[in-house]
Nanobody, 117 residues
Framework: VQLQASGGGLVQAGGSLRLSCTAS????????MGWYRQAPGKQRELVAT???????NYADSFEDRFTISGDNRKNTVYLQMNSLQPEDTAVYYC????????????WGQGTLVTVSS
């Protein structure tokens, strides 16, 4: 099982980035992919999730700037981030979770997003 996240980098405030997470080795049926982030000195927090059926959910304060989407053919989930601010600086992690048997909960290695002012 592998979750490969990419797309992070350095961007100026007001800019955009698109993160990608490609998963392999898991059964996508009935699962939920998600993006989380962890800023320096803070706990990891939920950003957004996307079910295999296409339902997206966002944590408070993200829905107006971030969009989660997926491509089932490529086993990939994306996070489009617009109007980035310095407080968005964090390591962004993708997650794959399935609560039906066979259950799983996998994390990617994280991709660093740095937003300069």
């Amino acid at each position: 099982v592998q979750l490969q996240a990419s797309g992070g980098g350095l961007v100026q405030a007001g800019g955009s980035l698109r993160l990608s997470c490609t998963a392999s080795g898991i059964n996508f049926s009935g699962n939920r992919m998600g993006w989380y982030r962890q800023a320096p000195g803070k706990q990891r927090e939920l950003v957004a999730t996307l079910t295999s059926g296409g339902t997206a959910n966002y944590a408070d304060s993200f829905e107006d700037r971030f969009t989660i989407s997926g491509d089932n053919r490529k086993n990939t989930v994306y996070l489009q981030m617009n109007s980035l601010q310095p407080e968005d600086t964090a390591v962004y992690y993708c997650n794959a979770r399935r609560i039906m048997t066979p259950t799983y909960n996998y994390w990617g290695q994280g991709t660093l997003v740095t937003v300069s002012s």
